[in-house]
């Protein structure tokens, strides 16, 4: 099981990204996934997740309204839109996987079973 994430880079304040994440498994529609980020010398925290069909998603309310989760489960990607960046957005994104056969919407990064390396979004001001 892999999970490779990518699209991260340097933006502005204001400006927009879109964030990759994909995966090796067979049945990716089984999984729900979700993304993290961390900050330089912060905790790792949850950001967004998606159920295995797309049909659901749930954010931290800190990006609601910002960011938007989606999926292609033909492509076997799940995908992390950025919009109107703040400084305090910079961290590393990391695309995470729930075993399969477990679902909720977690925020719970115990809840994950199959990380990726992440990516690195540094937003300036």
């Known amino acids: 099981v892999q999970l490779q994430a990518f699209g991260g880079g340097l933006v502005q304040a204001g400006g927009s990204l879109r964030l990759s994440c994909a995966a090796s498994?067979?049945?990716?529609?089984?999984?729900?996934m979700g993304w993290f980020r961390q900050a330089p010398g912060k905790e790792r925290e949850f950001v967004a997740a998606?159920?295995?069909?797309?049909?659901?998603?749930y954010y931290t309310d800190s990006v609601k309204a910002r960011f938007t989760i989606s999926r292609d489960n033909r492509r076997k990607t799940v995908y992390l839109h950025l919009d109107s960046l703040e400084p305090g957005d910079t961290a590393i994104y990391y695309c995470?996987?729930?075993?399969?056969?477990?679902?909720?919407?977690?925020?719970?990064?115990?809840?994950?079973?199959?990380w990726g390396h992440g990516t690195l979004v540094t937003v300036s001001s």
């Open positions: 995470a996987s729930r075993p399969r056969g477990y679902y909720g919407l977690s925020s719970a990064a115990d809840d994950y079973a199959y």
């Open positions: 498994f067979s049945t990716f529609g089984s999984y729900f």
């Open positions: 998606i159920s295995g069909s797309g049909g659901s998603t």
